[in-house]
Nanobody
Framework: QVQVAESGGGLVQPGGSLRLTCTASGSHNFDDYAMGWFRQAPGKEREGVAF??????CYADSVKGRFTISKDNAKNTLHLQMNSLKPEDTATYYCAAVTSSRMPCARAPNLYDRWGQGTQVTVSA
């Protein structure tokens, strides 16, 4: 059974950086998965942030130029490098996997069949 788990959240000042990591366990074909990072702030809907699939990466407009998604198939890990963080980036961040497809830019949450527990990112002075 494939599982994914996030790490690397924390408290950071505005303008700072954080790197989130998602580790997949129980997988023998991680390179065949489409992966995504989502976030959810209190009282708001879950929002897609960054996506990796079929050799392509895509980003939400709100993070483009500040966040970078990267996938290490040899280590079964997915990263999200977050720079120039803003208070509005504060949310619980989730890693998710589409284990049946390598589709690019899989923005819809209902495409994903594996979700992590989430890691909190707080951007505050």
């Amino acid at each position: 059974q494939v599982q994914v788990a996030e790490s690397g959240g924390g408290l950071v000042q505005p303008g700072g950086s954080l790197r989130l990591t998602c580790t997949a366990s129980g997988s023998h074909n991680f390179d065949d998965y489409a992966m995504g990072w989502f976030r959810q702030a209190p009282g708001k809907e879950r929002e897609g942030v960054a996506f990796d699939g079929a050799g392509s990466t895509c980003y939400a407009d709100s993070v483009k130029g500040r966040f970078t998604i990267s996938k290490d198939n040899a280590k079964n890990t997915l990263h999200l490098q977050m720079n120039s963080l803003k208070p509005e980036d504060t949310a619980t961040y989730y890693c998710a996997a589409v284990t049946s497809s390598r589709m690019p830019c899989a923005r819809a949450p209902n495409l994903y069949d594996r979700w992590g527990q989430g890691t909190q990112v707080t951007v505050s002075a």
